[in-house]
């Protein structure tokens, strides 16, 4: 088991940057990848970034050139978000996936971006 513990979000202006960080615990050398999601009221749940323990990377396209996903290290993740967008507005989960294919998931911060 892997508890996560999200935090960055909140209020910012179009334009504007935010950097989200995860941190994991418990079972962490069993994490594959670290991901972020976001979900918008009424929404799915979508894949935005993710990297994995060799440091491939997938960004969704409509936040490739902006957003920038990291590992700080074997527990920490980071979700730089830069130009960001009114449509990006979302609770952004961070997410772990075990090399069993298990997803264990953060509680979700808030991000909202005002035109």
């Known amino acids: 088991q892997v508890q996560l513990v999200e935090s960055g979000g909140g209020l910012v202006q179009a334009g504007g940057s935010l950097r989200l960080s995860c941190v994991a615990s418990?079972?962490?050398?069993?994490?594959?990848?670290m991901a972020w999601y976001h979900q918008a009221p009424g929404k799915q749940r979508e894949l935005v970034a993710s990297?994995?323990?060799?440091?491939?990377t997938y960004y969704a396209d409509s936040v490739k050139g902006r957003f920038t996903i990291s590992r700080d290290n074997a527990k920490t993740s980071s979700l730089q978000m830069n130009s960001l967008k009114p449509e990006d507005t979302a609770v952004y989960y961070c997410?772990?996936?075990?090399?069993?294919?298990?997803?264990?998931w953060g509680q979700g911060t808030q991000v909202t971006v005002s035109s």
């Open positions: 997410a772990v996936i075990n090399f069993a294919g298990y997803t264990d």
């Open positions: 418990g079972n962490i050398f069993s994490i594959n990848t």
């Open positions: 990297i994995t323990r060799g440091g491939s």
